[in-house]
């Protein structure tokens, strides 16, 4: 069974940083695929950032340029570098892993899913 577990989360100014971490449990990251979901308030969960067990990196449209997904399989951690971030980033940020293949954007085959970390951007 893996855990995924998100911290990093808070409160900043528009135009700052935030960098989520997400600890996950067992060994999964030589296979697994983890990625980056938010929901803002009244809205579907949609994709943010993919990173694969090779490296390879995918990100929205609505945040290339800005953040950054990286992993460091010794900690077994994935973390999401958010800078120059905006009010309309402002939601909870979840972490997910899926065995590929997987589909970021429909969320398929996206397996298991940290509770979340709330991050709030003020204008």
């Known amino acids: 069974q893996v855990q995924l577990v998100e911290s990093g989360g808070g409160l900043v100014q528009s135009g700052g940083s935030l960098r989520l971490s997400c600890a996950a449990s067992?060994?999964?990251?030589?296979?697994?695929?983890m990625g980056w979901y938010r929901q803002a308030p009244g809205k579907q969960r949609e994709f943010v950032a993919l990173?694969?067990?090779?490296?390879?990196?995918d990100y929205a449209d609505s945040v290339k340029g800005r953040f950054t997904i990286s992993r460091d399989s010794a900690k077994n951690t994935v973390y999401l570098q958010m800078n120059s971030l905006k009010p309309e980033d402002t939601a909870v940020y979840y972490c997910a892993a899926g065995v590929p293949p997987v589909v970021p954007l429909s969320q398929s085959g996206m397996d298991y899913w940290g509770k979340g970390t709330l991050v709030t951007v003020s204008s």
């Open positions: 990173i694969t067990s090779g490296g390879t990196t």
């Open positions: 067992g060994s999964i990251f030589g296979t697994y695929a």
